[in-house]
């Protein structure tokens, strides 16, 4: 590898420009990284993956189609779309994405993903748009296979680095369960949730970014709640 190569490199990261060279079949990821981290790709050849919750850019010229949005209901709540069998039987492998829509203000965007490759088992990724610096909590209502409704409490706390997202595990969660959620809103100072929908909520984070939100949310809550918390991460 040639100096002027590197240079031409490090300052196409940099500034966002392209190469004349063809076009790569990966998809790289600029926003989100530090200075530092697109200057080490730079030079050592490395393409850095979207963050997650982020798109892929769109090429200059195209649309990308507007995401469905769920339905607003009574007392804040608004309802989600069920997943189809079709959909639930077209995804396949962990982590897939199986369906996206945002709240009715499209401040928050809800995907349902496949996070299991042996059983039909699938987690909710919360994207927040316009975060504030306190973290805040949405809440998901949903049937399980058996027919019992499940609450979850969901935290999302500003990330430094990548979007601002929480991930938790729908246990039970299948083709045909209906579901609605609220919020998200800043945390209140003394929430009163029931202990049991508490650490259930806590025990259903799937990523330290979520458990992280969790440690947020207990620093500014009473005693009660900071042990709750605390017992169930």
């Known amino acids: 590898m040639t100096r002027g190569s590197v240079v031409r490199r ?11 060279a063809p076009p790569s079949a990966r998809v790289r990821g600029r926003a989100g990284y530090a200075l530092w981290q697109r200057v ?31 339905t607003p209901a009574s007392g804040g709540w608004f309802v989600l779309p069920s997943l189809p069998p079709a959909g639930a039987l077209t995804a396949s492998g962990s982590d897939t994405a199986v369906l996206e829509v945002s709240s009715p ?28 610096d306190q973290p805040e909590l949405a809440t998901v209502r949903y049937t399980r296979l058996d027919g019992e409704q499940r609450t979850l409490l969901i935290p999302v706390s500003p990330s430094p680095v990548g979007p601002t997202a929480s991930f938790v595990r729908l246990e039970g969660f299948t083709a045909g369960s209906t579901w609605q959620a609220t919020g998200p809103t800043a945390v209140p100072g003394n929430p009163g949730w029931p202990s049991a929908t508490l650490a259930d909520s806590v025990r259903a984070a799937y990523n330290e970014a979520t458990r992280e939100a969790w440690r947020q949310v207990s620093e500014r809550t009473g005693q009660g709640t900071r042990e709750t918390i605390s017992g169930a991460l």
């Open 40 to 70: 080490w790709a730079s030079f050592t050849g490395i393409d850095l993956p979207p963050r997650l919750g982020r798109e892929p850019d769109v090429a200059t010229g195209c649309t990308p189609e507007p995401r469905p949005q769920a």
């Open 105 to 132: 203000d499209s401040r928050a965007v809800f995907i349902l993903r496949r996070v299991g490759d042996a059983t039909a088992e699938y987690g909710l990724e919360l994207v927040l748009r316009d975060v504030t």
């Open 10 to 20: 490090s300052w196409s990261s940099l500034s966002s420009g392209r190469r004349a």
